[in-house]
């Protein structure tokens, strides 16, 4: 079967992705291809195994922000802002930006560019850009911590482990922009901090007890402004950095702790073999081996 073709011509059968992504799951089509433009668009994958690949260059652009009023007249919250939205296994997006254009958090909230829920999704070669929340990696932690349930009702299939796989992607953002529960693995990926008057946090998971957390290898880490690695969303935040290079944003003490001390008895943050401008100061509750560190 023929993959879906998606274009900003007027003569196209699908001038949105959102109409290709409806038609595919309707006849059963796994492959969706995208021609250059802007596409102004929300999307929701509900689909396993589905392709979506762009030719040239294709931008997918929302502006949902958790400060936005929903159709009840309600503040949208973090968990129905993504530009784009999967809720399945094996799907694969290529060559796309996605990205959120609400604007800085400090001002309009969280807005998330790429929410995953599911199991095997792969991202390549893709730019994913916002300020803050700007990946969401399900599941996400069962309360809030005033004790009420936390979910999102865009969810349509509960998945327990999760799992996601990031190739050659470039990923922006300011404060927790890669964060939730899932074990996501980030190879020979472009992480940025943007400009921000305070320091910006690359990650904070969420990862469930006993279950495996986020892992960077072979990435680039750069700032426009200072930077921790992360800090954990919950106690059991696992996160990994592996043959990493980190530019000289990177601040001294790497990590934070989320202002709870108790949150350093139970987390697990390393950095192996990775690459530093300058000189570094981890505390002992942090695991640091090996690397190399130029002046």
Not at 152 to 172: G, L, M, N, T
Not at 203 to 219: E, L
Request: net charge positive; proline share 3%; glycine share 8%.
């Amino acid at each position: 079967m023929k993959p879906l073709l998606v274009s900003k011509n007027k003569n196209s059968a699908f001038q949105s992705i959102q109409a290709a992504i409806n038609e595919a799951a309707s006849v059963n089509n796994h492959q969706i291809e995208v021609e250059s433009g802007t596409y102004f668009e929300n999307l929701k994958i509900y689909q396993d195994d589905l392709v979506i690949k762009g030719n040239g260059k294709v931008i997918i652009s929302g502006n949902l922000s958790a400060h936005d009023l929903d159709e009840n007249g309600k503040q949208r919250g973090t968990f129905q802002t993504a530009t784009v939205f999967v809720n399945g296994k094996g799907n694969c997006l290529e060559n796309l930006t996605i990205q959120n254009t609400a604007g800085d958090g400090e001002k309009v909230g969280q807005a998330v560019a790429l929410y995953l829920e599911g199991t095997d999704n792969t991202i390549k070669n893709c730019r994913i850009d916002s300020f803050q929340d700007t990946i969401c990696l399900g599941p996400l932690p069962e309360t809030n911590k005033d004790g009420s349930t936390m979910e999102s009702p865009w969810i349509k299939k509960i998945v327990e482990r999760q799992s996601a796989y990031f190739s050659q992607c470039q990923i922006q953002g300011t404060v927790d922009f890669i964060f939730g529960g899932a074990y996501a693995v980030f190879n020979k990926c472009h992480l940025h901090a943007k400009r921000r008057s305070a320091p910006n946090y690359l990650t904070a998971a969420s990862t469930p007890k006993d279950q495996r957390g986020f892992i960077f290898k072979n990435c680039q880490i750069t700032g426009d402004s200072p930077y921790y690695l992360g800090r954990p969303w919950r106690p059991f935040a696992k996160t990994c950095f592996k043959d990493c290079t980190f530019d000289s944003q990177l601040l001294k003490t790497g990590w934070h702790d989320w202002n709870k001390v108790e949150n350093q008895q139970t987390v697990c943050y390393e950095e192996i073999n990775c690459h530093y401008q300058g000189k570094i100061n981890r505390a002992k509750w942090l695991s640091q081996k090996g690397g190399t560190f130029h002046a």
